[in-house]
Structure formats: structure tokens, C-alpha cells
């Protein structure tokens, strides 16, 4: 079935770019010695209602015992640090200078039960 494969053939696609993401932040973070910060994590334990959990051990379960919630903040952190240093040219290649990064929301998106 032609749906079929071009659904498969998507799926394979955001796999392939999730995976090679996932490296290239991984890697960004060891060369600059980027890494999560435990307050943050911390904080968002603490409010585990407000990702819309009924306690933190719930939390924590659907967060791959926090592994998930550490990933995000370091990608975050990542994230940050290329805002920092990063060098912003426009369509003339002209250097824009930018006087703050844009935030990054520290929301953690779990998978619903239902999936």
C-alpha cells in the first residue's frame, strides 16, 4: 500500500534526524563540558503536578526515572550555549547582532497513557 510505505518512509525520516540530533547535542556538550543543571531538575520534580502527574513517583515513571527530564534540560543547556555563541547573518551577509537569546520552554512532554 502506497500510504503505507510513504507513512513508513516518514517515520524512518524523523527517526534518522531524531538520532542524528541527539548526537550532535550529545557531542556539543561533552566538547564544551555542558551539563544539566540539578536545580532545574530539581524544580520540575517538585512541580510534577504542574506536567500533569498526581505524584512524583508517577512522574518519574513516565519520565524514564528522570533520565527523560535530564536530557531536555541538557539539551536546553546546549541550546543555550549556541545562543550565546552563535553568529547571526542576514540574507545580505550581514552580521546581526542579537542582544538576548530566545527562551526555551523546560516543559517535559511525556507520552499519554493512552499511546
Known amino acids: 500500500n502506497n500510504t503505507y510505505e510513504n507513512y513508513e518512509a516518514l517515520q524512518d525520516d524523523q527517526i534518522d534526524t531524531t538520532i542524528r540530533t541527539d548526537m550532535i547535542f550529545a557531542q556539543i556538550a561533552k566538547n564544551e563540558n555542558i ?14 503536578s504542574s506536567q500533569g502527574y498526581q505524584s512524583k513517583e508517577e ?12 536530557w531536555v534540560l541538557l539539551c536546553n543547556a546546549v541550546i543555550d550555549y549556541m545562543m550565546d555563541n552563535a553568529v547571526f547573518v542576514d540574507p545580505d551577509g550581514n552580521t546581526v547582532v542579537r542582544a538576548t537569546p530566545t527562551p ?10 493512552e499511546e
Open 104 to 113: 526555551v520552554p523546560t516543559t517535559v512532554v511525556s507520552p499519554s497513557p
Open 59 to 70: 512522574f518519574l515513571q513516565n519520565t524514564n526515572d528522570g533520565v527523560d527530564i535530564q
Open 35 to 48: 551539563t544539566w543543571d540539578p536545580n532545574a531538575y530539581e524544580e520540575l520534580l517538585s512541580n510534577y
